[in-house]
């Protein structure tokens, strides 16, 4: 397979284009925080499915300033993972079963994941080069793509949807096609999507959720990278808050909105995955790992490795 790769963004992304076939295209994106893999079908003119495979803390993608005159918006759903949104300088994190429909207008398009893993669907719609009503496609689907951005984005550039249980079931079985139908079910599933926004009143799937501001996501980024910075001391919430001049209470408050877990959860699970990387990479005994992370008691270790790793030490040693 020919690989193309394009030249490095101003965020360092490199962004290696790898095509399968005329209507699919997985686009590479690598940097310092780790990796992700879209993977693009064409589905109608002017409107694909892309599924967002991200493993990594933050990225970067360089959009052409051409298709941005397009009228172009993006219908995004999650299912594992969490994604930053910033809406009117407030921030929303879409976790899993909530969906978000946004205008694509700013060219250096910077997306955050709080959790370094995010697995998604979007469905990506030129209005300008999608059938004008897909009626002419299906009859009875009178949908107007243009209606559908104008209707959800008109007073904001995204609208959030929490957990809304029909779309949810919709969208959910575009994880699980198989593929000798693929390329028919993709129009059946963005026609049924399209239908049911079209249709649905925007007071009906409206949800406030919780938001944040800018200085609260400063705060809990700075806590993050500070706590990353220093994972091998025991750090207590009290010397955070004198640290960042924050009550603990705002302190906790704004970490769990950012990052969807309390800050000893957070330590946890970070302690685990370096630790994990050295047991699988260096002959150190376990018990001298387990003592550079504050664990003097095997067994706690151990109990603590298998709640996050899902896999005692020794086995995952072995495995690896």
């Known amino acids: 397979m020919d690989i193309e790769k394009l030249e490095e963004s101003q965020n360092k992304d490199i962004i290696e284009v790898l095509p399968q076939d005329d209507d699919c295209i997985i686009y590479k994106i690598l940097n310092k925080t780790g990796e992700t893999l879209m993977t693009s079908y064409k ?8 599924y967002n495979n991200v493993d990594m803390r933050k990225c970067s993608v360089i959009l052409d300033k051409n298709n941005l005159e397009g009228n172009v918006f993006e219908i995004n759903h999650c299912l594992e993972g969490r994604i930053e949104c910033e809406v009117g300088g407030e921030f929303f994190y879409l976790t899993p079963g909530d969906m978000s429909i946004n205008v694509k207008k700013n060219v250096n398009n910077e997306t955050y994941f709080p959790t370094s893993h995010y697995y ?4 990506v719609v030129d209005a300008n080069l999608a059938p004008r009503c897909l009626s002419c496609i299906l009859d009875d689907v009178n949908v107007e793509p243009t209606s559908i951005m104008r209707k959800f984005c008109e007073e904001s550039d995204t609208f959030i949807i929490r957990n809304n249980s029909h ?4 969208f959910h079985e575009l994880y699980c096609i198989p593929h000798t139908i693929r390329k028919g079910y993709f129009k059946v599933k963005v026609l049924e ?7 649905i009143s925007v007071d009906q799937l409206y949800s406030k959720g919780e938001r944040y501001t800018k200085s609260q996501v400063l705060l809990a980024k700075k806590v993050c990278e500070f706590l990353s910075d220093n994972m091998e001391k025991r750090i207590t919430i009290e010397y955070l808050s004198e640290k960042f001049h ?3 209470t705002q302190l906790k408050n704004c970490f769990k909105g950012v990052y ?3 800050i000893y959860a957070y330590i946890r699970v970070q302690k685990m995955q370096t630790a994990a990387l050295l047991i699988k990479n260096t002959e150190r005994t376990i018990l001298d790992i387990a003592s550079q992370y504050g ?4 067994s706690k270790f151990a109990k603590a490795f298998k709640d996050v790793m899902g896999i005692l030490p ?4 072995k495995e690896g």
């Open 167 to 170: 779309l949810d079931h919709i």
């Open 43 to 50: 589905v109608f003119p002017g409107i694909e499915i892309v």
């Open 246 to 248: 924050v009550s603990t």
């Open 193 to 199: 999507i399209l239908l049911f926004l079209g249709g």
């Open 260 to 262: 969807g877990v309390s």
């Open 120 to 123: 998604g669907v979007s469905i």
């Open 295 to 298: 664990y003097n008691n095997a």
């Open 314 to 317: 020794n086995q995952y040693r």
